[in-house]
């Protein structure tokens, strides 16, 4: 069992709490950071995570690439995340890949959570590690540093339309204003986990097919179908195409488009 590790979320927590602010006085203030205290956090995580699973269960640590592929889409995608990554995150990074004791992936212009999308429905017997809800999209089973849960198909299906719906303040796309996860669910229970239910929900909000397609792409976690691994390239969330995940073996019949006559 391989352990998919979102090491960005580890690595910046371990940086942000080594970093220590030394006030000068006149409007000088310089903040320094202590490289072995936050290396050692993130040994700490990384074996806490092999007393959880076992130490013979190898480790793949991802990373974001500093470019991201949903800047073509939305420019302004996490545009109100103006804070710098914390003292020795780039340095730390560097120091897993040169140590070598674990596998380091960094996919071109693809976020953390994506290249371990990609990953777990590429290859079986793997465990994402991730606390973000994102990873509620992609079947098979995810430790979010509480509990494993085991996400069929059909769930990370749905988990997309109806982060579609709600959007994720976070990641500064909107959804549909005034609808968030509960609503969501309501609606999607009410009149169906289909493409026309979310293209509804967007009209009635004075908003677009296309809008609803932006935000679709945006929430969108990608899989092995997603990407062309030869090229390097996203293949940009179709509404009207089936799902499938990959080589996992983990596929549902879903009827996304349900007879709509629905464009991308």
């Known amino acids: ?139 098979g089973k995810l430790y979010d540093f509480k509990s494993t849960q085991n996400i069929t198909a059909e769930e990370g299906y749905q988990w997309h339309l109806i982060q579609t719906l709600a959007g994720d303040s976070t990641d500064g796309y909107s959804g549909v204003p005034g609808i968030g996860v509960k609503r969501a669910e309501v609606l999607f229970n009410k009149k169906g986990y289909h493409w026309n239910t979310v293209v509804e929900a967007f009209a009635e909000k004075g908003l677009t097919e296309e809008d609803a397609l932006t935000n679709a792409r945006l929430a969108k976690i990608l899989t092995i179908d997603d990407y062309d691994t030869g090229k390097q390239e996203v293949k940009l969330w179709n509404p009207l195409e089936p799902i499938n995940y990959g080589r996992t073996g983990l596929q549902t019949k879903t009827n996304q488009g349900q007879d709509n006559e629905s464009r991308p």
Do not use: W
Request: aromatic share 10%; charged share 30%; hydrophobic share 35%.
């Open 1 to 139: 069992m391989k352990l998919l590790i979102d090491a960005d979320f580890i690595v910046y927590k371990a940086c942000a709490a080594a970093e220590t602010e030394v006030d000068f006085g006149d409007d000088v203030i310089l903040v320094t950071s202590n490289f072995s205290d936050a290396y050692r956090a993130v040994s700490i995580e990384l074996s806490k995570l092999k007393d959880e699973f076992g130490s013979f269960s190898p480790m793949i640590l991802f990373f974001s690439d500093s470019k991201n592929f949903r800047k073509k889409i939305y420019p302004d995608y996490k545009g109100h995340r103006n804070r710098k990554k914390p003292c020795g995150y780039k340095r730390v990074i560097r120091t897993l890949q040169e140590e070598g004791e674990h596998e380091v992936r960094i996919l071109p212009n693809l976020e953390a959570d994506d290249a371990m999308g990609i990953y777990a429905t590429e290859h079986q017997d793997c465990i994402i590690v991730s606390p973000d809800k994102d990873m509620r999209q992609i079947p």
